[in-house]
Nanobody, 116 residues
Framework: QVQLVESGGGLVQPGGSLRLSCAAS????????MGWYRQAPGKEREMVAR???????IYADFLKDRFTISRDNAKNTVYLQMNSLKPEDTAVYYC??????????WGKGTLVTVSS
């Protein structure tokens, strides 16, 4: 079993920055990819960014280079640096881990609120 613990969410003003963290722990597993998804009120969950074991990263088109995903393999931790935040970035951000044998795990989410 794998546990994912997200942190770093909170209230920030438009134009501000936040850094989310997601630490994975538990039974032995090989990570294929870790990523961040978000779900705003009344909307479906959407992919924000993913980073693969190879180091390859993919981002949602709507980000326009405002967010950066990174990973510390030694700590099994993935980060999401979010800059130039907008009110429309307000959502619960979820961490997702995919193993090489296609098991998927989700964190419980961390709330990001962008408001003045």
């Amino acid at each position: 079993q794998v546990q994912l613990v997200e942190s770093g969410g909170g209230l920030v003003q438009p134009g501000g920055s936040l850094r989310l963290s997601c630490a994975a722990s538990g039974s032995r597993f090989r990570i294929n990819a870790m990523g961040w998804y978000r779900q705003a009120p009344g909307k479906e969950r959407e992919m924000v960014a993913r980073i693969f074991d190879s180091g390859t990263t993919i981002y949602a088109d709507f980000l326009k280079d405002r967010f950066t995903i990174s990973r510390d393999n030694a700590k099994n931790t993935v980060y999401l640096q979010m800059n130039s935040l907008k009110p429309e970035d307000t959502a619960v951000y979820y961490c997702k881990l995919t193993t090489y044998n296609n098991l998927i795990y989700w964190g419980k989410g961390t709330l990001v609120t962008v408001s003045s």
